[in-house]
């Protein structure tokens, strides 16, 4: 049974590009930070003439805004660059849907992460699969498998490959990769996760 052999208490991240999408509402709050500064690309499903104030932190945290304008356009994209943004307030674009994503300088997309899990047990032992490793010290340094009890089965809290595992006691982080396995019956379900450890990320 997992509880019996569980050693470890484990929060649980998912990584995506989307920082935020939905209906334009007067204003919209509640953002994933971005994993650097960035700037800020706002989409809408339609052309259309309006503007939105974007409300946030700078790359020193000090508060900033910046107003992005749409004039019979889908696409607005911030000059200033944002650490982190706490909120969205849309004029005259009512009836719309957005999608928020964070851009670097270059045009890249930068990734966000949202908490799937915040304090949950598990157990982490070496996988006995022999996969390389690459030694720049930024990706995988290590194979393991994690079991993780499966309490309810909905995407939101099925841990899925690229989602992101941090040891609470040793703050050591895992990336989940593959497919995600299920075993057990019953309240003793459990996914097997295999995961590379990820060192100075």
């Keep these: 049974m997992l509880v019996t052999i569980v050693r470890n208490r484990i929060s649980v991240k998912r990584q995506t590009t989307e920082a935020k999408q939905g209906n334009v509402a007067a204003s919209v709050i509640t953002f994933p930070a971005p994993s650097q500064a960035s700037t800020v690309l706002l989409e809408l ?4 003439t309006g503007s939105v104030l974007i409300t946030g932190t700078d790359k020193n945290d000090g508060a900033q805004t910046e107003t992005l304008t749409f004039t019979s356009s889908k696409i607005a994209q911030s000059v200033k660059v ?4 706490t909120q969205l307030d849309f004029t005259d674009l009512a009836g719309n849907y957005f999608y928020a994503r964070f851009r670097g300088r270059d045009g890249s997309s930068v990734k966000v992460q949202s908490t799937v899990y915040t304090c949950i047990n598990a157990q982490i032992s070496p996988s006995r699969q022999s996969w ?3 030694r720049s010290g930024t990706v995988q340094s290590g194979n393991m498998k994690i079991l993780v009890p499966l309490y309810c089965m909905d995407e939101a809290n099925v841990i899925q490959s690229g989602d992101l595992l941090t040891d609470l006691d040793s703050s050591q982080v ?3 990769t593959g497919n995600i396995l299920f075993e057990g019956i019953g309240i003793n379900r ?3 996760i295999y995961a590379e450890r990820r060192e100075r990320t």
Excluded at 45 to 48: E, F
């Design 45 to 48: 499903n339609n052309a259309d």
């Design 132 to 134: 390389p490793n690459d």
């Design 82 to 85: 944002f650490k982190t943004v």
């Design 174 to 176: 895992f990336m989940a």
């Design 190 to 192: 459990y996914q097997v």
